[in-house]
C-alpha cells in the first residue's frame, strides 16, 4: 500500500522532527561553540590553530562514523545502532564539557562525532527507506526547514549561553539535546528496514557494496559536487568566527546574527527547492543550486582579496550558503535514487565526501593571516564543485519513479 507525501499527517510530521532532529546533530555541535572560540584560546591556553583541530577531529570523526554505521544499519536495521550512537553522542558531550585542556577536548569532540555521525547517516537511509523519486526529495528539502533551523539558532544560542556561562556551558546543553532525541526516538521511531531487505553484514560484501558505488558515475558526481560544495561551507564554519570578529570587528552576539541569517538563507532556499520540485528537474535544481554557489565563493573571494567593506563580504557570502538549500537535497535524493537496497551505504558514503572533504579543507583556512585565506578555499571548493557536477554527471536521466512512501 503507498499513499503521497502528506506532511500534515501525524506520522510524517513524527518523522519529520525526530529525523530533523537526527539531520541538525552536525549543526548544533559545530555551531552551537563557534561564538566562543575565540575566548577558549585563552582560556584552554593554546592557539587558534589548536583549537581548529576540535572542529577537524569532530568533521574527520562524522565521516569515518558514518562509513562504519552505514552498513551496520543495512545489516542490523536502523533502530540499534541510532541508538546507541545517541548514547554515546550524550556521554561524549558530558566530556566535553569537563575537558580540561584542548588535547581532552580533541579526543572528546572525536567521540562525540561518531555519536552524531549515527544519527546522520541513518536518518537519511531511514527517508530512502520510507520515500522514492520526487517525494524522497520534497521530504529531504522539508527537512531543511527543521535541520535548517539548527544553524540560525545554534550560534545565537551559543552567544547568549556566554552571557550566562563560558562555554562549557555549549556542551551541557549539547548532552540535553542528545538525551531528548534518544528518548524521542527510543519511543516514537520505528524500524523502517524490514528482515528481508537487509544485506548480510560481511566486510566482504560490505567492501564490495563500497566499489560499486564508486565505479557508478551517476552516485559519484552527485556526492562529490555536493560533498565539494560542503566542504566550502566547513572552511565559513572554521573561518568565519575568527574572521568576523578578529577581522571586521564584530562582537559574539553580532556574529552569531550574522551567522543566523545566513541559516534563514538556507531555510529559505530549501523551501523553495521543495516548491520546486515536481515543476523543475532536480538535476536542473542542483545545477542552479552549484551555479550560485560558484558565484558566490568567487564574490567572497574578492572581497577578502580587496579588503572591501564588510556588506561585500556578506552579500556573496549569504548567496553561497543559502545555495546549500537547493544542492544537498536534490544531490542527496538523486545519489541515492538508484540505490534503496543499500540506501545506509551509500548514505555513508554521501557523508564520507561531505565531512571528510570538508575535515581537509578546516586546517587550509588556517594557512596564512587574515580573511584572505578564507576567501581562496571557499571559491576554490565551489568552483570545483560546479566543475565536478558538469563534467561526472553529463548524460545522467533523473530517477522516474512516482512520488510515493511506502506504508
Not at 552571557?163 to 549539547?174: D, H, I, K, P
Not at 531487505?197 to 564490495?208: E, I, N, Q
Not at 520540485?277 to 554557489?293: D, K, Q
Not at 571557499?378 to 512512501?405: C, E, G, K, N, Q
Amino acid at each position: 500500500m503507498t499513499t503521497t507525501l502528506a506532511p500534515a499527517r501525524p506520522r510524517t510530521l513524527r518523522y519529520l522532527l525526530i529525523l530533523g532532529g537526527l539531520t541538525a546533530f552536525a549543526p548544533l555541535s559545530i555551531d552551537m561553540y563557534l561564538p566562543a572560540l575565540p575566548t577558549m584560546t585563552g582560556d584552554l591556553h593554546t592557539s587558534d590553530s589548536t583549537l581548529q583541530l576540535t572542529l577537524t577531529a569532530f568533521i574527520i570523526g562524522l565521516a569515518l562514523g558514518q562509513l562504519v554505521l552505514g552498513p551496520i544499519s543495512d545489516t542490523v536495521g536502523r533502530r540499534k545502532p541510532l541508538l546507541a550512537g545517541l548514547a554515546l553522542y550524550a556521554v561524549a558531550s558530558v566530556l566535553c564539557a569537563l575537558s580540561p585542556s584542548v588535547e581532552v577536548l580533541i579526543a572528546a569532540r572525536a567521540l562525540q562525532s561518531v555519536g552524531a555521525a549515527a544519527g546522520i547517516v541513518i536518518a537519511r537511509a531511514v527517508v530512502r527507506d520510507l520515500y522514492s523519486g520526487t517525494a524522497m526529495t520534497k521530504f529531504f528539502s522539508v527537512l531543511m526547514l527543521v535541520s535548517g533551523l539548527a544553524p540560525i539558532l545554534a550560534p545565537v544560542i551559543g552567544g547568549q549561553l556566554l552571557r550566562l556561562a563560558s562555554w562549557r556551558g555549549v556542551f551541557v546543553v549539547l548532552t540535553v539535546v542528545g538525551a531528548l532525541l534518544l528518548i524521542a526516538t527510543a519511543l516514537a521511531l520505528r524500524e523502517s528496514l524490514p528482515p528481508d531487505r537487509r544485506t548480510p553484514g560481511r566486510l566482504g560484501a560490505t567492501l564490495r557494496t563500497y566499489g560499486t558505488l564508486l565505479a557508478d558515475r551517476s552516485f559519484l558526481g552527485y556526492a562529490l559536487s555536493g560533498g565539494v560544495m560542503f566542504a566550502g561551507m566547513f572552511a565559513y564554519i572554521s573561518a568565519s568566527s575568527f574572521v568576523l570578529q578578529d577581522v571586521y570587528g564584530l562582537s559574539p552576539q553580532e556574529y552569531s546574527l550574522v551567522f543566523g541569517a545566513n541559516g534563514v538563507g538556507i531555510v529559505l532556499a530549501g523551501q523553495l527547492n521543495g516548491w520546486l520540485v515536481g515543476r523543475v528537474p532536480e538535476r536542473t535544481l542542483l545545477a542552479a543550486g552549484l551555479t550560485a554557489s560558484a558565484v558566490g565563493g568567487l564574490g567572497v573571494l574578492a572581497a577578502t582579496a580587496f579588503t572591501l567593506p564588510l556588506v561585500a563580504l556578506l552579500i556573496p557570502l549569504l548567496l553561497l550558503v543559502s545555495s546549500i538549500g537547493l544542492v544537498m537535497p536534490n544531490a542527496s535524493s538523486l545519489a541515492l535514487a538508484e540505490h534503496a537496497r543499500s540506501a545506509g551505504a551509500a548514505s555513508a558514503l554521501l557523508g564520507v565526501l561531505q565531512f571528510a572533504i570538508g575535515g581537509l579543507a578546516t586546517p587550509l583556512v588556517g594557512i596564512g593571516s587574515g580573511a584572505l585565506p578564507m576567501g581562496v578555499v571557499m571559491a576554490s571548493f565551489a568552483v570545483a564543485a560546479l566543475v565536478i557536477f558538469l563534467t561526472l554527471t553529463r548524460r545522467v536521466r533523473t530517477d522516474p519513479t512516482p512520488a510515493a512512501v511506502q506504508a
